[in-house]
């Protein structure tokens, strides 16, 4: 992804609001290179292509909805366990974020290219998380290997839930805890279904 310079991050604003208004596949690079205040061979001096551009504000987007997930999970009391609610709250911010949320639900293909593409980088921004919402020193008791395996497991389980129609509802943080205690607790190694501090 480009560094943080002025013109990168006018462009992936413009090109947020963009995706909003008219999608991901009908959004035209002119559009965004107008709405930025900058030329379209700007924009391809910072991204190869179009693809690249969506995958560069799908990656901001992510990044600051994980680290918002992080902080509010670091010191809140969970209702259940600690997976469970970062399983719950991380569905309801991608359906709250208005345009990850509208690629879930009119460009699912894409959204299965851009996880397969961005997969690892996908991991280390759930594993970083967990590094933050865990107790101090879990991460390291449990080793790098172990964190990324739950990391993995979080984001399959929440692709299922985001993309694949459920018999269940889905639409509330009940329903959502009710699928992740019942389909992806279980899913765990027994040693590492409750964190301990």
């Known amino acids: 992804m480009p560094g943080p310079d002025a013109a990168s991050r006018a462009i992936l604003d413009a090109a947020l609001v963009e995706f909003e208004r008219y999608g991901f596949r009908r959004v035209a690079l002119d559009d965004v290179a107008r709405r930025a205040g900058v030329s379209r061979t700007t924009i391809y001096r910072r991204f190869a292509n179009r693809d690249d551009l969506v995958g560069a504000v799908i990656e901001r987007e992510n990044v600051s909805l994980f680290d918002d997930i992080a902080a509010e999970l670091k010191d809140a009391k969970p209702q259940a366990n600690i ?11 991608f359906r709250r974020h208005r345009v990850l949320n509208q690629m879930m639900k009119d460009e699912p293909a894409l959204v299965l290219e851009l996880a397969h593409r961005h997969y690892g980088a996908a991991i280390e921004r759930m594993a970083a998380a967990l590094r933050v919402i865990f107790p101090e020193g879990f991460a390291d008791r449990i080793g790098e290997a172990a964190v990324n395996d739950l990391a993995d497991t979080i984001l399959r389980y929440a692709l299922m839930a985001l993309l694949i129609p459920s018999v269940d509802p889905l639409e509330t943080a009940d329903d959502i805890r009710s699928f992740a205690t019942r389909h992806f607790l279980p899913s765990l190694p027994v040693s590492l279904r409750v964190v301990h501090a």
């Open 83 to 93: 997976y469970v609610e970062a399983f719950t709250l991380s569905i309801l911010r």
